[in-house]
Antibody, heavy 120, light 106 residues
Framework: QVQLQQSGAELAKPGSSVKISCKAS????????ISWIKQTTGQGLEYIGY????????NYNEKFKGKATLTVDKSSSTAFMQLSSLTPDDSAVYYC?????????????WGQGVMVTVSS | DIQMTQSPASLSASLGETVTIECRAS??????LAWYQQKPGKSPQLLIY???SLHTGVPSRFSGSGSGTQYSLKINSLQSEDVASYFC????????FGSGTKLEIK
């Protein structure tokens, strides 16, 4: 069955970086983009961007350029998101989700989410 | 950017009732709309895509409709397992989410 298994919760200090992972299984990894979505109580769901799992090409929401860096390791069917220069506003749950390449960007499977807490 | 205005923010209804949640887009999104259900502590799950297509495995009591800038999600015969937050997402022009509707049982 399709699974997107994300890494565990992170506690980070302001100014540091975290790198979270999303390991896919149960389908052909390179047939789907992996997107990342931020969820907070105040701002709701925000789209961060996506990575083409085949080519490694990326597209970012303007708001998250410079904040998020998306990468992929095809050999392990794993996508990564690094968040840099962390501030308390980056505290949120971060989800990975997939959508079929060359199709409309709605998400049929999501990871379980990673809670990132930024605090000194 | 296309803004999605979702209403109501919260909703309380009785078991067996029919409920409707609405999303209004700031411009025509040509049926490029999905609906998700998010149960407490869980990740969102796709219910509807292309405004009115039911995702595989989703109960038929869920339905989507609308066109242009106005879209709605209807839940017939409300069940206890439908307690959740519901979000719309437009994907006609880039990608934005509605602010969510929290559904509770009365």
């Amino acid at each position: 069955q399709v699974q997107l298994q994300q890494s565990g919760a992170e506690l980070a200090k302001p100014g540091s970086s975290v790198k979270i992972s999303c390991k896919a299984s149960g389908y052909t990894f390179t047939s789907y983009y992996i997107s990342w979505i931020k969820q907070t109580t105040g701002q709701g769901l925000e789209y961060i961007g996506y990575i083409n799992t085949g080519s490694g090409g990326t597209n970012y929401n303007e708001k998250f350029k410079g904040k998020a860096t998306l990468t992929v390791d095809k050999s392990s069917s794993t996508a990564f998101m690094q968040l840099s220069s962390l501030t308390p506003d980056d505290s949120a749950v971060y989800y990975c989700a997939r959508w079929p390449i060359y199709y409309y960007p709605y998400f049929d499977y999501w990871g379980q989410g990673v809670m990132v807490t930024v605090s000194s | 950017d296309i803004q999605m205005t979702q209403s109501p923010a919260s909703l309380s209804a009785s078991l067996g009732e029919t409920v409707t949640i609405e999303c209004r887009a700031s411009e025509d999104i040509y049926n490029g709309l999905a609906w998700y259900q998010q149960k407490p502590g869980k990740s969102p799950q796709l219910l509807i895509y292309n405004a009115n297509s039911l995702h595989t495995g989703v109960p038929s009591r869920f339905s989507g409709s609308g066109s242009g800038t106005q879209y709605s999600l209807k839940i017939n015969s409300l069940q206890s397992e439908d307690v959740a937050s519901y979000f719309c997402q437009q994907y006609y022009n880039y990608l934005t989410f509605g602010s969510g509707t929290k559904l509770e049982i009365k």
